[in-house]
């Protein structure tokens, strides 16, 4: 298998390996030193992706970075979950959810 070279080859290997040591750690074997070693490599992943600027710097989780919009936003609530959306988009969920 070649080296992973781009954020998202890297991300991938990782989603890859989180899997395999998930499944090996039900089997019963103790897979919690590489647990640890996947959760360090993710880290610098999200580090190397923040400075490619593919990560907006002020989330811990794997999120876009922020998109420059030309239109008003609007906060949202989804199942008790907050969603920013265009205030468009607001207005036309809140005509849905009026029906």
């Known amino acids: 298998m070649p080296a992973a070279v781009t954020c998202d080859e890297k991300f991938a290997e990782l989603e890859y390996e ?3 040591l998930t499944l ?3 089997c019963g074997m103790n897979v919690a030193g590489a647990i640890a070693g996947v959760r ?3 880290h610098l ?3 190397q992706m923040r400075k490619e600027h593919l990560l907006g710097a002020t989330h811990n989780k794997l999120f876009p970075a922020k998109r420059d919009v030309d239109e008003d ?3 949202i609530f989804e199942n008790g979950s907050p ?3 265009t205030a468009r988009e607001a207005q036309r969920i809140r005509e849905e959810r009026e029906q």
């Open 18 to 20: 989180l899997r395999r």
């Open 40 to 42: 360090e490599r993710r």
């Open 83 to 85: 969603r920013t959306v």
């Open 73 to 75: 936003m609007e906060v």
């Open 24 to 26: 090996l750690g039900e």
């Open 45 to 47: 992943l999200e580090l």
